[in-house]
């Protein structure tokens, strides 16, 4: 084949890259002025858009150039907006975040949101759905924001205590009551409590190993109390954020066992062997497999072992901290996750990753032909197999 035949196939590649690349950036740029327009539902079709998008591909260098005009518009719909719209706008709030993260702007995109997101966690009288994805997203926002911040050069910690304080705050009312009751709550409270739980316990992990010891010696006694939660994701949120207590307090000290250690394995032990009947089968399962690794960390200082596949690469998750930090991505960026991770330098900055790889095209298109054909070769294979089973049960009948 001539030189420049080879030659023009490859420019017109390269253009349909650009050009599959201008038609989504169109597409994103029509969603963000369509949170303008004055249709709730026109609103929320377009906060949609931008969930998929921003959660399906890395694009901080767009984000960057329109992230005033994108954060007044999630502030309009957080505050004039109700249930699915302020909740759409809650997620892609943190999505903003996490594309930008190591960008100076994502500082000034907390610090214009954050007192609505706190305002609408507080707010009784907001769905409690509504509030349960502001605490998510504040815990991930502040963070995202901390987690490359020098907290002595900015404001961040002027963000960080407030925002503890409120989460804290929400999931109390799960403790214990003053005669040791246990409360009973509806099932969407008991889901903004867990919440606000996790956010707290996020934001746990960017704190320095002295600072959990002076709040273990106020926090350990009460975290404990929520083990006794009617609601499997609370309980399991909190042995969850026990465990990271335990593993960084270790880091300052070694021999560290809290108040009453052996009460507190017992629990975990009676909760990691959990088969009463009367909870589901479904939440048994879940929560003895997390009751387990739980136990094992606080009582013997096992440490995790995870591994996530990236392509050529290997996530390794060791410690509870990295743990809720992966799951807290996870449930923001969703299918996006894997792509985040090989792209995104906040990510792959957290989990240690490294600079991101430079993928090979003729490599991936090339793995995914590989792929193609293994699936044809399978289907004819097991299309033969059925065939003669089928011309077996002729003979017989």
């Keep these: 084949m ?23 950036e ?25 969930r998929k998008s921003l959660s399906s591909r890395f694009m901080c260098s767009f984000i960057q150039e329109r992230w005033f005009s994108v954060c007044d518009a999630m502030e309009r719909c957080l505050k004039r907006g109700k249930g699915e719209e302020q909740i759409l706008g809650a997620v892609v709030a943190s999505l903003i975040c996490a594309q930008m993260g190591r960008e100076d702007e994502c500082e000034k995109v907390l610090e214009h949101l954050h007192p609505t997101l706190l305002a609408l966690l507080l707010d009784t009288t907001v769905q409690p759905q509504v509030r349960a994805q502001c605490a998510t997203s504040l815990g991930l926002c502040c963070f995202i924001v901390g987690s490359h911040t020098d907290s002595r050069r900015s404001n ?26 246990v409360p009973c709550h509806r099932p969407e409270i008991s889901a903004l409590h867990s919440s606000a739980l996790l956010g707290w316990n996020l934001l746990l992990t960017l704190l320095s190993p002295p600072f959990i010891m002076a709040l273990a010696n106020t926090h350990l006694k009460k975290i404990p109390q929520l083990l006794d939660s009617t609601d499997v994701d609370l309980r399991i949120a909190a042995g969850e954020t026990l465990a990271v207590f335990y593993e960084v307090a270790r880091q300052c000290r070694e021999d560290f066992e809290g ?10 032990r009676s909760l990691a062997t959990d088969s009463q009947k009367f909870r589901a089968k479904k939440d048994r399962r879940q929560q003895r497999s997390s009751f387990r690794d739980i136990l094992g960390t606080i009582e013997d200082d096992e440490p995790l072992d995870i591994r996530i596949k990236l392509g050529k690469e290997t996530l390794y998750i060791d410690n509870w901290c990295h743990k809720r930090q992966y799951d807290a991505f996870c449930q923001i960026l969703g299918s996006g996750m894997c792509l985040h991770l090989r792209q995104n330098e906040l990510l792959r900055d957290v989990f240690q990753l490294g600079d991101p790889l430079i993928e090979d095209k003729t490599t991936v298109k090339n793995s995914k032909l590989q792929r193609h054909s293994a699936h044809l070769a399978a289907c004819k294979a097991r299309t033969k197999c059925l065939s003669k089973l089928r011309d077996k049960r002729a003979d017989i009948l």
Excluded at 259 to 268: A, F, I, V
């Design 26 to 50: 169109d597409k994103l740029k029509e969603a963000i002025e369509g949170l303008l327009q004055k249709s709730a539902r026109a609103r929320i079709a377009s906060l949609e858009v931008m």
């Design 259 to 268: 108040d009453d250690l052996d009460t507190l394995c017992e629990k975990l």
């Design 2 to 24: 001539p030189k420049g035949k080879r030659k023009s196939k490859s420019v017109t590649e390269a253009d349909e890259d650009v050009i599959a690349t201008d038609d989504f």
């Design 156 to 181: 961040f910690s002027e963000l960080l205590h407030p925002t503890m304080e409120s989460l804290y705050t929400v999931f109390s009312a799960s403790l214990l009551k003053g005669n040791g009751v």
